[in-house]
């Protein structure tokens, strides 16, 4: 029940903290390349799931600290180096680096715990302590196990770690927290993602002998462009609209479950779509598979109904734009299957650039419910 002073903002050691997961979520996805399979997949969610409940956590218990202490510093720090050595061990993390991974995982959750354990009644069953004392051991015990028997039980901690936010949702629901920096919090972990996108479309060129052609910086640019479409509908709308639904009837009191799970979609949804371009930069005018074909347009689906997701949850209001838009990207799912990469890419693009325009120019008519919100603020 501790109280934070409100207009807290991200300190410089959050944003020394957060350098670790831009090499971990662009490890995430380059396994998710290599292994782009549905099992792949598969594999490449608890990976990330893991390593965001980690970065989560921790943003979580910072939000409700009012000074930057020494002692708050060096925590963040350990974390950090944890997260570090999951990062390291990701493209062998179900081979090799397995127990790796797991130690680091565990350590992460031990040093969070042992910070932050006097704040909480009781202080074993609650997300932080189930972490340090069930989820942790789990994962090493798996790391022990052959590879199938690894990843069943990796899977069911992966879930488990996911599913304490809702199972402890009712506890957060009595913790106070800054939304502002919260979101700010949020806001950078996307930008994360965001910036492995540019990455990963970045280095088939950048490696490549060959000279680069022109047809092949345009790809890049139709790419680049999506990305820019995915910063506009984040940051440009859910970001600020869902900072303004948490500040509304529910001061300082923040849905740590819809923004968890919403967030993770998001993030999710962009790894897919940064997958997604590897194959088209280098052959543009090849047609794309269909496994890449679902991994950029699913991942563009994915972050569009976790955005919904989050808004509904928060505020009660429909966005029916991207709803629409989640009906024209499976259309054009199918669609771009007869087309060459590069044309795919421009009709997501095109899709995307689309819904900006829609919000933009009539947002009364792409949401559904804000007058009952706006009402209910009034009075």
Same mark, same amino acid.
């Given at each position: 029940m501790a109280e934070v002073v409100e207009g807290k903002r991200v300190t410089w050691a959050e944003g020394f903290f957060d350098l670790v997961f831009v090499l971990a979520v662009t490890q995430v996805a380059t396994l998710l390349g290599?292994?782009?399979?549905?099992?792949?997949?598969?594999?490449?969610?608890?990976?990330?799931?893991?390593v965001y409940r980690t970065w989560v956590s921790t943003s979580l218990q910072t939000n409700r600290l009012s000074r930057d202490s020494t002692r708050d510093r060096i925590t963040l720090f350990g974390v950090g180096f944890c997260g570090l050595v999951m990062a390291i061990a990701?493209?062998? &993390?179900?081979?090799?680096?397995?127990?790796?991974?797991?130690?680091?995982?565990?350590? /992460?959750? =031990?040093? @969070?715990?042992?910070?932050?354990?006097?704040q909480y009644r009781p202080r074993v069953v609650t997300s932080l302590g189930l972490s340090a004392t069930v989820i942790g051991p789990m994962l090493v015990v798996g790391a022990l196990l052959p590879d199938t028997w690894r990843?069943?039980?990796?899977?069911v901690a992966a879930l488990c770690d996911l599913g304490s936010v809702a199972v402890m949702g009712r506890m957060h629901r009595f913790i106070h927290y800054d939304h502002s920096h919260l979101m700010e919090r949020f806001g950078l972990f996307v930008l994360i993602a965001l910036g492995e996108q540019i990455?990963?479309?970045?280095?088939?060129?950048?490696?490549?002998?060959?000279?680069?052609?022109?047809?092949?910086l345009l790809a890049v640019g139709v790419c680049f &462009?999506?990305?820019?479409?995915?910063?506009?509908?984040?940051?440009?709308?859910?970001? /600020?609209? =869902?900072? @303004?639904?948490?500040a509304g009837s529910q001061e300082h009191v923040v849905m740590s479950r819809q923004l968890t799970y919403g967030h993770f979609g998001v993030v999710g949804g962009i790894v897919c779509i940064a997958v997604g371009f590897e194959q088209m930069v280098t052959r543009p005018l090849v047609s794309m598979t269909f496994t890449h074909l679902n991994l950029l347009y699913g991942g563009a689906i994915l972050l569009l109904v976790s955005m919904v997701y989050m808004r509904y949850a928060m505020s009660k209001v429909w966005r029916v734009a991207r709803i629409a838009a989640i009906g024209?990207?499976?259309?054009?799912?199918?669609?771009?299957?007869?087309?060459?990469?590069i044309v795919a890419t421009a009709l997501l693009a095109a899709a995307l650039f689309g819904l900006v325009a829609v919000e933009r120019r009539w947002p009364a008519f792409s949401t559904r419910g804000a007058d009952r919100v706006r009402s209910d603020a009034g009075a």
């Open positions: 290599e292994h782009h399979q549905w099992w792949g997949l598969g594999r490449a969610f608890i990976v990330l799931a893991l990701i493209p062998h &993390v179900y081979d090799s680096g397995g127990m790796q991974f797991a130690l680091a995982y565990w350590a /992460a959750r =031990i040093l @969070l715990w042992l910070r932050y354990v006097p990843e069943v039980v990796w899977l990455v990963d479309l970045s280095l088939p060129l950048a490696r490549q002998s060959d000279n680069i052609r022109p047809l092949e &462009v999506v990305v820019c479409t995915l910063w506009w509908t984040y940051f440009d709308h859910s970001n /600020a609209a =869902i900072t @303004l639904a948490i024209v990207l499976l259309m054009l799912l199918y669609v771009s299957l007869l087309v060459p990469g």
